[in-house]
């Protein structure tokens, strides 16, 4: 009965503690494993990886890394289109395995997992940037509630509400401006403005206080 066999000794009891998981199964003996890859290699359907499938998956990193770093914030479409394509490669994958085709899904789905969560970070980290920035610009001739409520609006100024409120409005006029600013170089007008204006500013306000 044992003759030009091959025979695999082995225990498969549960109190023998030879139970292993394995991705189909959550308890099979260490024999069956043995027993299943020697069988693959004596049918010669173990699958190969050939090179086009290297090279494809390298082209397709490529394109993976190139589509996640070009979302917007608003690319959520871009997003579900790249777990789609994840998940049709895991079934590519799969049925050019059961052609003994090895395809691999570990760098495509890795690079992903990897790659989304810090562009989403740095996306959040440059829009913050740039907020800063405008408010760091805009402050000096729009009031800071007015540029938040910009921001938070959006592009569209035109969603701010408006409000009825009281202000206060003084009109200030510089003596012979014209004639002054005549003679003077840009950078000399620029900085008496500023000096004009720090200074009705502060005058204003104690006026206000007072």
């Given at each position: 009965?044992?003759?030009?066999?091959?025979?695999?000794?082995?225990?498969?009891?549960?109190?023998?503690?030879?139970?292993?998981?394995?991705?189909?199964?959550?308890?099979?003996?260490?024999?069956?494993?043995?027993?299943?890859?020697?069988?693959?290699?004596?049918?010669?359907?173990?699958?190969?990886?050939?090179?086009?499938?290297?090279?494809?998956?390298?082209?397709?990193?490529?394109?993976?890394?190139?589509?996640?770093?070009?979302?917007?914030?608003?690319?959520?479409?871009?997003?579900?289109?790249?777990?789609?394509?994840?998940?049709?490669?895991?079934?590519?994958?799969?049925?050019?395995?059961?052609?003994?085709?090895?395809?691999?899904?570990?760098?495509?789905?890795?690079?992903i997992i990897i790659l989304l969560p810090i562009n989403i970070f740095l996306q959040k980290v440059a829009?913050?940037?740039?907020?800063?920035?405008?408010?760091?610009?805009?402050?000096?001739?729009?009031?800071?509630?007015?540029?938040?409520?910009?921001?938070?609006?959006?592009?569209?100024?035109?969603?701010?509400?408006?409000?009825?409120?009281?202000?206060?409005?003084?009109?200030?006029?510089?003596?012979?401006?014209?004639?002054?600013?005549?003679?003077?170089?840009?950078?000399?007008?620029?900085?008496?403005?500023?000096?004009?204006?720090?200074?009705?500013?502060?005058?204003?306000?104690?006026?206000?206080?007072?």
């Amino acid at each position: 009965m044992l003759k030009n066999k091959i025979v695999i000794i082995g225990s498969s009891a549960t109190g023998l503690g030879d139970l292993i998981s394995i991705p189909t199964d959550s308890r099979i003996s260490g024999v069956q494993v043995h027993a299943f890859v020697l069988n693959m290699l004596l049918q010669q359907n173990n699958p190969e990886r050939p090179q086009w499938t290297i090279l494809i998956t390298f082209l397709v990193l490529l394109i993976i890394c190139w589509g996640i770093f070009s979302i917007e914030k608003s690319g959520f479409k871009n997003i579900k289109a790249l777990l789609c394509f994840a998940l049709l490669w895991i079934l590519a994958s799969y049925i050019l395995w059961e052609k003994n085709i090895d395809l691999p899904v570990l760098p495509i789905i890795s690079s992903i997992i990897i790659l989304l969560p810090i562009n989403i970070f740095l996306q959040k980290v440059a829009a913050q940037i740039s907020e800063g920035i405008m408010l760091l610009q805009l402050s000096a001739y729009i009031p800071k509630e007015v540029l938040v409520q910009l921001i938070e609006s959006g592009d569209d100024p035109r969603k701010i509400q408006a409000k009825n409120i009281e202000i206060t409005v003084m009109f200030a006029d510089i003596k012979n401006f014209s004639k002054i600013t005549e003679e003077m170089p840009p950078i000399k007008v620029a900085l008496l403005l500023n000096l004009f204006m720090d200074f009705m500013e502060k005058k204003f306000i104690s006026i206000m206080v007072l």
